[in-house]
């Protein structure tokens, strides 16, 4: 760069550039000293309580005890509530982004999907308690939990897998179709094994948004816990059992044993996220 670059209309953009630059730096360092603000607390104070009597035993209302029926509730409710509510979500959405080209219609559908987002968790919970638990005469238990969340997930997975269909150029869709294929091999042998790897991964998102779903459980999973696991009993889940500890609990060393659930609670959401990351590139380099 000459000398008569240097102009004092030349610099300015750089020195913007770079004030910009030490400001978003900053904004970042702030956010993760914030992060850790939280997070080394609950690790500082709930590390010590951290063994396999407390991963593995049922709590104790005076002391003691673990978290282990929690955290399997956890597994089995959403786990199922996905099995249930992803395929409907792929399939809706798979209609929506190939099959729905009304113009009115799709509007309608975007604005409905918009409207059950917006939608607080606790509205659907009351819902299914309505529905489910008092109509119906369903227990407060594991299944009407598993109901409520994959309620609660189906339109936010919907949400997700339409922008990842919608992401693939139509081109794409032009030149399967020029090649003779018809639209549903266009579907099954293209589009979803390009979007796969983007489906699982954003799949991850969802289970970590369930995993800490509480006021919707707590009227309809309940705040029990048996000794022997049962759909058509009470199932507490590690985030309701946290939110109990600190509202309503007795035990004398409740802040212990609160931190060391929030932990526990911390380290599932990192695993399913790391899980379901390190799948999506899997499958994403298999379909090379």
């Given at each position: 760069?000459?000398?008569?670059?240097?102009?004092p209309k030349t610099l300015k953009p750089i020195a913007q550039g770079r004030s910009a630059h030490y400001v978003?730096?900053?904004i970042g360092v702030a956010a993760m000293l914030a992060l850790l603000s939280v997070v080394l607390p609950l690790?500082?104070?709930?590390?010590?309580?951290?063994?396999?009597?407390?991963?593995?035993?049922?709590?104790?209302?005076?002391?003691?005890?673990?978290?282990?029926?929690?955290?399997?509730?956890?597994?089995?409710?959403?786990?199922?509530?996905?099995?249930?509510?992803?395929?409907?979500?792929?399939?809706?959405?798979?209609?929506?982004?190939?099959?729905?080209?009304?113009?009115?219609?799709?509007?309608?559908?975007?604005?409905?999907?918009?409207?059950?987002?917006?939608?607080?968790?606790?509205?659907?919970?009351?819902?299914?308690?309505?529905?489910?638990?008092?109509?119906?005469?369903?227990?407060?238990?594991?299944?009407?939990?598993?109901?409520?969340?994959?309620?609660?997930?189906?339109?936010?997975?919907?949400?997700?897998?339409?922008?990842?269909?919608?992401?693939?150029?139509?081109?794409?869709?032009?030149?399967?179709?020029?090649?003779?294929?018809?639209?549903?091999?266009?579907?099954?042998?293209?589009?979803?094994?390009?979007?796969?790897?983007?489906?699982?991964?954003?799949?991850?998102?969802?289970?970590?948004?369930?995993?800490?779903?509480?006021?919707?459980?707590?009227?309809?999973?309940?705040?029990?816990?048996?000794?022997?696991?049962?759909?058509?009993?009470?199932?507490?889940?590690?985030?309701?059992?946290?939110?109990?500890?600190?509202?309503?609990?007795?035990?004398?060393?409740?802040?212990?044993?609160?931190?060391?659930?929030?932990?526990?609670?911390?380290?599932?959401?990192?695993?399913?996220?790391?899980?379901?990351?390190?799948?999506?590139?899997?499958?994403?380099?298999?379909?090379?």
């Amino acid at each position: 760069m000459s000398k008569s670059d240097l102009s004092p209309k030349t610099l300015k953009p750089i020195a913007q550039g770079r004030s910009a630059h030490y400001v978003m730096a900053g904004i970042g360092v702030a956010a993760m000293l914030a992060l850790l603000s939280v997070v080394l607390p609950l690790a500082v104070q709930g590390l010590p309580r951290l063994n396999m009597d407390f991963l593995f035993k049922p709590p104790r209302e005076l002391g003691g005890g673990g978290i282990g029926p929690e955290i399997l509730n956890t597994l089995i409710m959403v786990g199922l509530s996905q099995c249930i509510s992803l395929p409907l979500a792929i399939i809706i959405a798979i209609y929506r982004v190939e099959y729905d080209h009304i113009r009115h219609l799709a509007r309608w559908f975007d604005q409905g999907l918009q409207i059950v987002l917006s939608l607080p968790t606790m509205v659907i919970g009351l819902i299914v308690v309505d529905v489910a638990i008092v109509r119906w005469h369903w227990p407060i238990s594991v299944e009407s939990g598993i109901l409520v969340l994959s309620l609660i997930n189906w339109p936010f997975a919907v949400f997700l897998t339409v922008q990842v269909l919608q992401r693939i150029p139509d081109e794409w869709r032009e030149a399967s179709r020029a090649l003779g294929a018809s639209r549903w091999q266009t579907i099954t042998r293209l589009i979803l094994p390009v979007a796969w790897a983007d489906i699982i991964e954003l799949t991850g998102l969802t289970v970590a948004r369930l995993m800490g779903e509480t006021a919707a459980l707590i009227y309809t999973a309940g705040l029990n816990v048996t000794s022997r696991f049962a759909f058509s009993a009470p199932g507490e889940t590690v985030a309701v059992h946290l939110w109990y500890i600190r509202t309503e609990g007795l035990m004398p060393d409740a802040d212990q044993v609160a931190a060391a659930t929030g932990l526990v609670l911390l380290l599932l959401v990192i695993a399913v996220l790391w899980v379901s990351q390190k799948f999506a590139e899997w499958v994403k380099n298999a379909n090379l």
